[in-house]
């Protein structure tokens, strides 16, 4: 029962494990914080006091000692002998405490580490307050259960008996605002810092910025924090991930935990992090169970403890609503350069009540008919930033499919001009059984924008288009455009005309390579007298200038190879769309600039060779304030975020982050890395279809 060597205690204090752990239980300040923790001290004593049973003339053994106070109350609650036993020179103080209040006759007091004690006998009841921050920080469980192996009697008791680790879906606006300061506080202290480099020592630190800009986004935004929560930060009930029982869980059971969880969302919410926390409970054992069982709670619903809850950020905050699912998986693993820290990694999806069905949420409802639009915008949003692998990309493929309407089986010349993809899953015949007379579904009708949303996507998951059905869909081509003014409509009949549906036709016929069904003249000519005073281009003819028509327009004649026949200066498209920025762009002359004509002017300019002429860092700034606090952008700031608007903005951070015309000043401006854009079909770029084909028929051979 001696005390270490002052030779193995002095090679044990110049250890890693010493100073990243055992070091600062060494001071009474330390020990203080936790005596000063009514809850930890209440659940002990009760724990001891109302079970004399497991106390009463049995040893008892203290692992991790401190300041005695469970050596002195298990003595005092009857114990015949308590060894307590504890590594650091707290121990030393320890001795005193425990003099001081007439229990050293009782209570042994031995200066080592548990794994290397010995003592005389077996015990009845192994006591240790070792939980850390979230159960398992500190590792010191380990030594725990190797002191249980070695001394504890078979029918002994552990003190506490059980543990468990418990997650819950939390909100804390105040933590996220907090974490978001501290973030641009550091961004903006970058800056500064580039500048006066710069100015003071003749170095361009500048070409850190993404990688400082990641560091502190890890850093504030990411990392896990110990925090005090209350009850009404968590928006649903919690959901245990791991228990053990200590009396018989091994080591390998506590060095890493994996669970599957699916946290409840009981109120309309946002969902900015997950807290966790943990319970243990005093229940004696088999032989001998607890006169009252105890249980030490750290959650949100009962008074503060020096653990506190561990919180792991979601930034940006997703809104969730009652009725939602938080699932997936934990890992907490330790760390491989500290065995004492832990990694927690989560990885979770939020799953709605909806996702059973095919019903949409409900803010896009009522936009049930262009769902394949919205899906366009999502697919195409994730691929700009490298998150594709996200969706089950086989699963939205099968479901593109399902939306295509191939000619009439029994008579083709019955639905001609309605071949292509319908706009959503309730539309048209899908949506009960097929019918059996084709003229009773008169309206299920394909659209041209969503047969382009259709195809970009299709070629964007990687499919090589073989179920598309080329032919129908160059004959509805033919259908819709009007061959007197060269004007394409969305739909066979009952739609309007305009420029919108003449770069859906050219961009469906580029990807197909097929350009057969349209008259290129006729639409050159309709583009012609689109061309307004004032060097812009209307969306019909006498039509106010737009930006987005103008987008239309040239990327029509680029994709049809017929720039050349545009009867006009390019000098005055450029000068027109250069004055529509005003910080961000505006679509319009006396219009507010509005975040999707970043991309809409600024892709027009970077099509005509012109993007130098854009103010990036301005433009940019005026993309950053659309952000909306908890995720997406906003067509103004302070608006409330949509699909469209958040891929428009992505959409022309790529072109501004790879445009081979980047100024030093664009450069320096920090713009995000996003896959690289084709401009002309405002989608990241995917390979050739007769490429794809190539590799294909290669891969078969």
């Known amino acids: 029962m001696a005390d270490i060597t002052p030779d193995k205690k002095k090679a044990w204090e110049a250890s890693s494990d010493f100073a990243n752990y055992f070091c600062t239980y060494a001071y009474i300040y330390h020990q203080k914080q936790m005596l000063s923790d009514d809850l930890r001290m209440q659940s002990y004593r009760d724990a001891i006091f109302e079970n004399p049973n497991h106390f009463k003339d049995k040893v008892v053994l203290d692992v991790g000692t401190g300041s005695g106070i469970l050596a002195i109350w298990a003595a005092q609650a009857g114990a015949r002998k308590v060894y307590a036993v504890e590594a650091t020179d707290i121990a030393v103080q320890a001795r005193k405490v425990i003099k001081a209040n007439n229990q050293d006759h009782i209570v042994t007091v031995i200066q080592s580490k548990i794994e290397d004690v010995e003592i005389p006998e077996k015990v009845d009841v192994i006591i240790s307050e070792w939980m850390g921050y979230f159960l398992l920080r500190e590792s010191m469980l380990d030594s725990v259960l190797v002191a249980r192996d070695r001394w504890l009697k078979p029918e002994g008791a552990m003190f506490p008996s059980h543990a468990n680790m418990s997650i819950a879906a939390m909100c804390n606006e105040d933590n996220s605002n907090k974490r978001f300061n501290e973030f641009s506080s550091a961004m903006d202290g970058w800056r500064g810092f580039v500048d006066n480099t710069k100015i003071a020592w003749g170095v361009d630190m500048s070409v850190l910025g993404n990688a400082f800009r990641k560091e502190q986004d890890q850093y504030s935004l990411h990392t896990s924090s110990w925090e005090e929560l209350n009850a009404g930060d968590l928006i649903g009930d919690e959901v245990e991930i791991a228990c053990w029982d200590l009396k018989t869980c091994t080591l390998e059971d506590i ?54 809850q561990q919180v792991f950020p979601l930034y940006p905050p997703m809104q969730v609503c009652e009725g939602d699912q938080v699932v997936g998986d934990i890992v907490v693993a330790r760390r491989t350069d500290n065995q004492r820290l832990m990694n927690v990694k989560f990885d979770f999806r939020i799953r709605r009540p909806e996702d059973d069905d095919a019903s949409m949420t409900a803010p896009y409802a009522s936009q049930d008919s262009q769902r394949i639009v919205l899906a366009f915008f999502c697919i195409h949003g994730l691929a700009l930033l490298g998150e594709l692998e996200r969706v089950d990309k086989h699963q939205v493929i099968e479901w593109i499919y399902s939306l295509q309407i191939p000619p009439d089986s029994h008579d083709p010349s019955l639905n001609v001009g309605d071949c292509g993809f319908r706009g959503g899953t309730f539309m048209g015949n899908i949506f009960g059984c097929p019918p059996s007379n084709y003229q009773s579904e008169i309206y299920d009708s394909s659209n041209v924008a969503s047969t382009f949303a259709a195809i970009c996507m299709l070629r964007t998951l990687g499919d090589n288009l073989a179920r598309v059905n080329k032919p129908a869909i160059i004959s509805t081509l033919q259908r819709l455009q009007n061959k007197r003014t060269g004007s394409f409509s969305s739909v066979s009949s009952g739609s309007e005309e305009d420029m919108r549906f003449v770069y859906s036709a050219c961009a469906i016929s580029y990807i197909l390579d097929d350009w057969s069904g349209i008259d290129l003249v006729a639409m050159v000519r309709f583009i012609n007298s689109c061309l307004n005073y004032d060097g812009g281009v209307g969306i019909n003819t006498g039509a106010e200038s737009h930006g987005g028509a103008m987008f239309c327009a040239i990327a029509s004649l680029f994709l049809s190879g017929r720039m050349m026949q545009l009867n006009c200066e390019q000098s005055d498209l450029v000068r027109w769309l250069v004055f529509r920025q005003q910080g961000g762009f505006q679509g319009r002359c006396n219009k507010n600039p509005d975040s999707c004509y970043a991309f809409w002017d600024g892709a027009t300019l970077d099509l005509l060779g012109k993007h130098s002429l854009v103010d990036v860092p301005s433009c940019k700034q005026f993309i950053y304030s659309c952000q909306f606090l908890f995720g997406g952008l906003c067509k103004y700031p302070d608006t409330v975020p949509d699909v469209m608007h958040s891929y428009y903005s992505l959409a022309w951070l790529s072109i501004a982050a790879h445009s081979s015309n980047n100024s030093d000043a664009e450069r320096a401006c920090e713009l995000p890395k996003l896959a690289v854009l084709d401009t002309k079909l405002q989608v990241p770029v995917f390979p050739k279809l007769s490429d794809t084909l190539k590799k294909e028929k290669a891969a078969c051979k």
């Open 255 to 308: 060095k890493e935990v994996r669970a599957p969880f699916a946290m409840p969302i009981s109120i309309m919410s946002r969902f900015g992090g997950i807290a966790g926390w943990f319970d243990v409970d005093f229940k004696g054992c088999p032989e001998n169970p607890a006169i009252k069982e105890v249980t030490l709670t750290t959650s949100p619903f009962v008074q503060p403890t020096h653990w506190g």
